[in-house]
């Protein structure tokens, strides 16, 4: 069974660019979660995608978008970046969200914006 | 949204039972009680969860307390892997919106003496 992956690994950007970030969920697994880790602290829960459709989103303004594909991969888009959108991002897959059940994340992409 | 309460940090001794306990007075009917950790450098990985019963799997052990304000994730014999940060987080049983997401808090460091 794979994991959960995430690409690339790290990357750098310059404050006003666009940046996609890539995660392949575990195999099963139909629900994708987002989130956000600044340095130091816990993460945040950005948006989540079930069967291809945005069903959750936490507290980040709409130049943090996603897509889910029929695989159920799924990519985070960032428009505009600024400097505090330096930050691990993370990725989560699941069976249907919910307390019932589990995620599983990958190991993440740090996003350095300059 | 229901929030939990851990010690900031705590130290162990390799080879010595760890108690993790976490808070969580406003805890409704519906919530499961789910522990992860995060070693440095990487995504959050799942130790366990539950609804009412204690647990137990290969990693860990949870006790919840009867009136479920209150869990313990015990760790039967700390190893050197096993310092991380914990998070005690409450999970909705509905899917989808925020609350079917994982809140994290700041967590408890675990450091874990030879």
């Known amino acids: 069974e794979t994991g959960v992956t995430q690409s690339p690994t790290h990357l750098i950007k310059t404050r006003g660019q666009q940046v996609t970030l890539r995660c392949s969920s575990q195999?099963?697994?139909?629900?994708v979660s987002w989130y956000q880790q600044a340095l130091g602290q816990g993460p945040q829960f950005i948006f989540q995608?079930?069967?291809?459709?945005?069903?959750g989103r936490g507290n980040f303004p709409p130049r943090f978008s996603g897509l889910q594909f029929p695989n159920y991969s799924s990519e985070l888009n960032v428009n505009a970046l600024e400097l505090d959108d330096s930050a691990l991002y993370l990725c989560?897959?699941?069976?249907?969200?919910?307390?019932?059940?589990?995620?599983?994340f990958g190991p993440g992409t740090r996003l350095t914006v300059t | 949204d229901a929030k939990t309460t851990q010690p900031n940090s705590m130290e162990s001794n390799e080879e010595e039972p760890v108690h993790l306990p976490c808070n969580h007075s406003?805890?409704?009917?519906?919530?499961?009680i789910h522990w992860y950790r995060q070693l440095p450098s990487q995504g959050p990985e799942y130790v366990i969860h539950?609804?009412?019963s204690n647990v137990n799997n290969r990693m860990a052990s949870l006790a919840i307390a009867e009136d479920r304000k209150s869990s313990t994730l015990i760790l039967h014999r700390a190893t050197l892997r096993d310092a991380a940060v914990y998070y005690c987080?409450?999970?909705?049983?509905?899917?989808?919106?925020?609350?079917?997401?994982?809140?994290f808090g700041k967590g408890t460091k675990l450091s874990v003496k030879p």
């Open positions: 989560a897959s699941s069976i249907p969200a919910g307390g019932k059940y589990e995620q599983y």
């Open positions: 539950g609804l009412t």
């Open positions: 195999s099963g697994h139909n629900t």
């Open positions: 987080i409450l999970r909705g049983v509905n899917y989808g919106g925020s609350q079917g997401n994982l809140i």
């Open positions: 995608y079930y069967r291809e459709e945005e069903n």
């Open positions: 406003t805890i409704s009917g519906t919530d499961y």
